[in-house]
């Protein structure tokens, strides 16, 4: 079984230029997670996909990240414009109805 | 609001020794509590999850256990090996429509040959 596909790995930019990240989750999987996590730190909840919908967006900075899942599938989050705080890694994970989260390999990001 | 601690932040041992590794949780409402393994430049992979009704789970030779009333949890590795080197994790999850996983900072663990 394929496990959770992210892309870009990795990704340098400058402050005030947008990025976007890509997530295909585990074929089947309802549920779809986006976690920011920051060097020496665990990961942070971003946002929370119930097949397209949203379940969960409170801690995702609504002022210049944005995401979609379209079809309930593949996911894109979008960071614009990109501050340097906003360097970490992010980590796109599923889950179906069991209570394991399968996680991607992430996306690095550095912001100069 | 929850918050979850490990300690200790990194840890060396040498190869074959039983070691320990803690998470400690704020808000003991929980509905489960998780142990995730980090390696550099890698996502998590779910170790073992422990439900709240349940004081202990196994996988090889690694045991969780769960103590909800003192809002804790320990990771034990017992016969530790250097490819045991990572991050360890540990995250509380609570019920409702989110099934929110929080995260602790995790403990650096280093088997030396």
């Known amino acids: 079984e394929a496990g959770v596909a992210q892309s870009p790995r990795y990704k340098i930019i400058e402050k005030r230029q947008s990025v976007a990240f890509w997530c295909n989750p585990i074929?089947?999987?309802?549920?779809l997670y986006w976690y920011q996590q920051i060097l020496g730190q665990g990961p942070k909840l971003l946002i929370q996909?119930?097949?397209?919908?949203?379940?969960?967006d409170s801690q995702l900075p609504k002022d210049r990240f944005s995401a979609e899942r379209l079809k309930g599938v593949d996911s894109t989050l979008k960071i614009q414009p990109a501050k340097l705080e906003d360097s970490a890694v992010y980590l796109c994970?599923?889950?179906?109805?069991?209570?394991?989260?399968?996680f991607g390999p992430g996306t690095r990001l550095l912001v100069l | 609001k929850q918050e979850v601690t490990q300690i200790p932040a990194a840890l060396s041992v040498p190869e074959g020794e039983n070691l320990v590794l803690n998470c400690s949780f704020t808000?003991?409402?929980?509905?489960?509590l998780q142990w995730f393994r980090q390696d550099p430049g890698k996502g998590l992979t779910s170790l073992l999850l422990?439900?709240?009704?349940?004081r202990e789970q196994t996988s090889g030779r690694l045991n969780a256990s769960l103590d909800k009333s003192s809002g804790r949890s320990t990771l034990y590795i017992a016969a530790s090996q250097p490819g045991d080197s990572a991050t360890y994790l540990c995250?509380?999850?609570?019920?409702?429509?989110?099934?929110?996983?929080?995260f602790g900072t995790g403990t650096l663990l280093a088997v030396q040959p």
């Open positions: 994970a599923s889950r179906d109805f069991q209570e394991t989260q399968y």
């Open positions: 422990i439900q709240s009704s349940q």
């Open positions: 808000d003991s409402a929980i509905y489960n």
């Open positions: 996909f119930q097949n397209n919908g949203v379940v969960d």
């Open positions: 074929s089947g999987h309802a549920t």
């Open positions: 995250a509380a999850q609570h019920g409702g429509a989110t099934n929110k996983l929080i």
